[in-house]
């Protein structure tokens, strides 16, 4: 079957400080694999996505890298910011079908 | 220039009644979805619809149907609300085969009292 993990939080980190939060996941064949971030009383917007093997998906300094050999899509930026804070998603999108598989987010808290 | 569009943002209603959450998006996309999130930010799929299939997720009381006026609208009614039902639903839409993701709408925030 079809199911992402997230890293449980809450995670809270200084300024400036380097985030990763890790996503492994489990699907048939090549699914496309996506973040999305949920701020405070919003929905959730797409973040990021990488659609094969090996692509890096990057957006506001987040980046994510689609990792077949290890199943994995971990979210990483080399310096969070206080707007950052807000609960993560790691999501993904099976090859047929269009149903969309989350994880069950990750809260981040960046202190100035 | 709203992409996924619901209302009301909040509802607050007592246990026994009957409400509706409508949902429009104007992507043009095929799919639409409803997901419940708890407390604890769990989301939940509770729908997916499109001009060809209704899927259910098997856990969703049949309190809970959405009805679907045309390809751009899909509303969410809840008969007889319970305490538990108490969360923010979200409405999403994606295009099959398109690889862009699902567009979320704000949310709405369901209370029951």
């Known amino acids: 079957g079809n199911s992402v993990t997230q890293m449980e939080g809450p995670v809270t980190l200084s300024e400036e400080a380097f985030l990763t939060i890790n996503c492994t996941y489990t699907?048939?064949?090549?699914?496309?694999l996506f973040w999305y971030v949920q701020y405070p009383g919003e929905g959730l917007q797409l973040l990021l996505k990488?659609?094969?093997?090996?692509d890096k998906g990057s957006n506001k300094g987040f980046e994510a890298t689609y990792r077949k050999e290890t199943t994995s899509f971990h979210l990483e930026k080399g310096s969070v910011q206080v707007s950052d804070s807000a609960v993560y998603f790691c999501?993904?999108?099976?090859?047929?079908?269009?149903?969309?598989?989350f994880g069950t987010g990750t809260s981040l808290t960046v202190i100035p | 220039d709203t992409a996924v569009s619901q209302t009301p943002k909040y509802l607050v209603t007592q246990m026994g009644n009957d409400k509706s959450i409508k949902c429009e998006q104007n992507?043009?996309?095929?799919?639409m979805y409803w997901y419940k999130q708890d407390s604890k930010k769990f989301l939940k799929i509770m729908f997916s619809?499109?001009?060809?299939?209704?899927?259910i997720n098997e856990t969703v009381p049949n309190r809970f149907s959405p009805k679907s006026p045309d390809k751009a609208h899909l509303n969410l009614h809840i008969n007889s609300l319970e305490l538990g039902d108490s969360a923010v639903y979200f409405c999403?839409?994606?295009?099959?085969?398109?690889?862009?993701?699902?567009?979320f709408g704000q949310g709405t925030r369901l209370t029951v009292v």
């Open positions: 999403a839409s994606s295009q099959e085969g398109y690889s862009k993701g699902a567009f």
């Open positions: 699907a048939t064949g090549y699914p496309s």
């Open positions: 990488a659609t094969k093997a090996d």
């Open positions: 999501a993904l999108n099976p090859p047929t079908g269009n149903q969309f598989y």
């Open positions: 992507l043009g996309h095929d799919t």
């Open positions: 619809y499109n001009n060809k299939e209704l899927i």
